[in-house]
């Protein structure tokens, strides 16, 4: 075996599809030359259906499918010990290779005796060439150059672009430092003697790390000129964002501590580490002007409206304001219109009028009955208020609408849609929903299905595609952007399916429960329930989470000042769980069960609705909890557990 090509992938169906077919027309060639080459792909528990694509369209292709996300090294190196090529390629899934470019390669690497490792110019997909096809060694001032960006301002120089080796030709083959893991052609024998990628590094700084390794081992690395390929820059890793760039600062701190000692490491890590903390500062700052550029833009305009009816009120009453005072208090009186709209929700996904509606009328009647405690420069009239009332949810409805028409938000959403069940039950649920009128039809073709029987990951029959178990439902929604998910009643349990609406609570969801037996898990609607129910899980939303956080403090508070009372009732322990609370470690009323495991977005808690309850009766009052919570049935557990003298016993996670 001459070649073996190596392609680890994650979630990137449609990029590796392109790749593989190019990897086949390239064995071809390399095949008709007299060659021998070999393909795998390690897939690291991809939720996208690459695996049933690999194994449909490319059967000769050795498929590695980890039921786990090893990352790049530990996925490279499972290949690399089952490989059996002189040479070895690791390639990117996002690229794509030429008809000729494995013969030329294999033909440039046997010429030379000492070569270690090959890379290849690499272009974008707009065709403009990528400066990381040749690198250095991240030296300290190499490291400092490029994380700083200072680079730029001599593309061509031997020492600021040392990092890129912006002083060698890209149109020339000659001797580089480091190669670039989207394409690693290496000498297999050169790997069994200085090792294979060190597995310290999830992604990112192992292709430098085994670069800088092969050099140290007498070998050198090689810039081919003589072929290119195609590279779809950051494809198989953009889906993480600001994640992957803080993996990609630490893989070079790990690079820094492992081959610079002395002043060098220090200096690296602390450009490193200043790195870090300022695109940290800059992804935060991203998020803060985010979260506050809606309320802002709606507090000026109310303002603004509130200042002009005020000085057209003065004018026709023929009353003089003083301004100095007017401008900070109908921006203060602005202000608690929009809070009390934010605490009833009205700045919650999907927006509810309704909140606003509620805000908007809390705010009037505060306002109203702290107007007589006001000072007298701060009274100016009881009809700004009555003004205020209908003209700030005026501002907020057409802020709305403004974004709904040019921030892409207009028009239904088209449902696309996730089902969550086992093999036994998804074609019932099928044919029942052909039988409702309450579903819209889907957008595409395929059903997409989570299964809670891991036997069924990776099938497809019948037109369902299986995108794993319940444990990647957080990425099969990030990469396919569902926005409805239907459960199986019958074969999902009840703490299954809190935990999926735990886990994916913060997003703009529409839960349903098709029901396709008599019901016997009993959950929303009991047996006067439809067959398919709609599930709003009340616990989960912005407003319920503030409620039940107020319920948790102000017991614990009162709990801390009466203290002395718990001694002599022999219930202490509730002074610590009451420390705990206070702190935020846990909740005092929890809703998982024991039997399910931690549920997402949740603590540990104190005590449970359902305890002492059978499983049956358990699952039905949890679910009850979870859909239609209210904070007073956190006050009546926590009531009934203090004069019943319960014992605090921690439950491990909620």
């Known amino acids: 075996m001459d070649v073996s090509v190596i392609i680890v992938n994650y979630n990137v169906e449609h990029f590796l599809s392109q790749c593989l077919l190019s990897v086949r027309a390239g064995k071809d060639v390399l095949e008709e030359a007299g060659y021998a080459a070999e393909v795998f792909v390690v897939d690291n528990n991809s939720v996208d259906g690459s695996c049933g694509m690999v194994r449909r369209q490319f059967p000769e292709v050795h498929l590695l499918d980890s039921k786990e996300n090893l990352g790049f090294s530990k996925g490279n190196n499972l290949a690399i010990r089952q490989s059996r090529g002189r040479w070895v390629l690791l390639l990117n899934p996002d690229t794509i290779i030429q008809e000729d470019t494995l013969l030329k390669c294999l033909e440039y690497a046997d010429a030379h005796s000492r070569l270690g490792g090959l890379g290849v110019p690499m272009v974008d997909g707009a065709g403009r060439y990528l400066p990381e096809s040749k690198r250095g060694i991240p030296t300290p001032s190499a490291a400092f150059w490029k994380i700083s960006g200072l680079y730029r301002l001599a593309p061509r120089s031997a020492r600021l672009n040392r990092y890129y080796m912006g002083n060698l030709s890209k149109d020339e083959s000659q001797p580089i430092e480091v190669l670039s893991g989207a394409y690693m052609w290496m000498r297999k024998s050169a790997l069994d003697e200085v090792g ?16 800088w390794r092969l050099m140290k081992g007498g070998y050198v690395n090689h810039y081919y000129a003589g072929t290119s390929i195609v590279h779809y820059k950051g494809e198989s890793t953009k889906k993480g964002s600001l994640n992957y760039v803080l993996v990609f600062y630490r893989a070079m701190q790990i690079f820094a501590r492992t081959h610079f000692r002395g002043r060098g490491g220090r200096a690296m890590h602390r450009v490193i580490q200043l790195a870090i903390y300022l695109r940290a500062s800059l992804a935060i700052a991203s998020r803060v002007s985010k979260a ?35 401008l900070p208090a109908t921006g203060m009186y602005a202000l608690v219109w929009l809070v009390a709209v934010k605490l009833q929700g009205g700045y919650d996904k999907p927006w509810r009028w309704n909140a606003v509606a ?35 949810p005026v501002v907020i409805a ?45 957008a595409f073709g395929s059903i997409y299905a989570l299964s809670i029987q891991p036997e069924s990951i990776d099938v497809l029959d019948d037109g369902v595609r299986w995108l794993g178990g319940m444990d990647s439902l957080s990425d099969a929604i990030r990469i396919h952007q569902f926005n409805e998910i239907i459960m199986s009643g019958r074969e999902v349990p009840a703490g299954q399916m809190i935990r999926a609406m735990g886990l994916v609570s913060d997003k703009n969801i529409r839960f349903r429960i098709a029901w396709t037996d008599d019901g016997q898990i009993v959950g929303a609607g009991g047996p006067e329930r439809g067959a398919i129910t709609e599930w709003s899980s009340a616990i989960f939303k912005p407003r319920a989470r503030r409620a039940k956080r107020a319920v948790d403090a102000v017991v614990a508070i009162l709990v801390l000042l009466v203290f002395p009372l718990f001694i002599l009732r022999k219930q202490s322990d509730w002074v610590g769980a009451a420390v705990e609370v206070l702190m935020g470690g846990c909740t005092w009323v929890g809703y998982s069960e024991a039997s399910n495991g931690a549920a997402a977005n949740s603590r540990s808690f104190v005590f449970q609705r359902a305890e002492g309850m059978g499983d049956r009766a ?32 921690r439950h491990g996670s909620n």
């Open 196 to 211: 294979l990628l060190d597995e310290q590094y999830f992604m990112y700084g192992e292709d430098i790390d085994l670069s």
């Open 292 to 326: 506050v550029a809606l309320p802002a833009a709606e507090w000026l305009l109310s303002w603004s409206g509130l200042l002009f009816f005020l000085q057209q009120y003065g004018m026709w009453k023929n009353i003089r304001y003083e301004w100095d005072m007017a």
């Open 358 to 392: 509620k805000g908007t009328l809390i705010g009037t009647v505060l306002l109203l009955a702290t107007y007589g405690l006001l000072p007298e420069p701060l009274r100016f009239s009881r009809a700004i208020f009555l003004f205020g009332a209908a003209f700030v």
């Open 398 to 442: 057409l802020v709305r609408a403004v974004l709904a028409r040019f921030g892409g938000d207009a028009g239904e959403i088209t449902p696309k849609r996730l089902y969550i069940a086992g093999r036994n039950d998804l074609m019932p649920m099928q044919e029942l929903i052909r039988t409702q009128d309450v579903l819209e039809p889907v």
């Open 618 to 649: 358990r699952q039905r009052t949890l679910l009850t909890y979870v859909r239609d919570y209210r904070w007073t049935i956190d006050v009546q557990v926590i009531w009934e557990a203090l004069i019943s003298y319960r014992a605090i016993h």
